[in-house]
Nanobody, 124 residues
Framework: VQLQAFGGGLVQPGGSLTLSCEVS????????MGWFRQAPGKERKFVAG????????IYADSVQGRFTISRDNAKNMVYLQLNSTEPEDTAVYYCASGLTAWRWIRYGSKYRYWGQGTLVTVSS
């Protein structure tokens, strides 16, 4: 299974950006999926998660109400919509899959597969 995240770039504070994660080599329909981010010099942190069927979503407090995670199982794609961006959102964003249970959704160490990351820079 391979994941490829894309869609990052430069966005002004208050702007919007959509990140995409394409999964190949397997179906995502049975996998809970997560987005994580790592800012320069900091540890990787959980951003958002979505259940296999899309009925459950969960967000880090720092992005709640501003980011939206979604998925299209038919296309093997997962998305992260970033709205009202802040300079603190600047980071490399990673998508991940291969989680064994929803209760581990926030724990990066529990994911089996990772994308290569896409850089988001929020700056004027």
């Amino acid at each position: 299974v391979q994941l490829q995240a894309f869609g990052g770039g430069l966005v002004q504070p208050g702007g919007s950006l959509t990140l995409s994660c394409e999964v190949s080599g397997g179906t995502i329909s049975s996998s809970d999926m997560g987005w994580f981010r790592q800012a320069p010099g900091k540890e990787r942190k959980f951003v958002a998660g979505i259940s296999s069927g899309g009925s459950l979503t969960i967000y880090a407090d720092s992005v709640q109400g501003r980011f939206t995670i979604s998925r299209d199982n038919a296309k093997n794609m997962v998305y992260l919509q970033l709205n009202s961006t802040e300079p603190e959102d600047t980071a490399v964003y990673y998508c991940a899959s291969g989680l064994t249970a929803w209760r581990w959704i926030r724990y990066g160490s529990k994911y089996r597969y990772w994308g290569q990351g896409t850089l988001v820079t929020v700056s004027s």
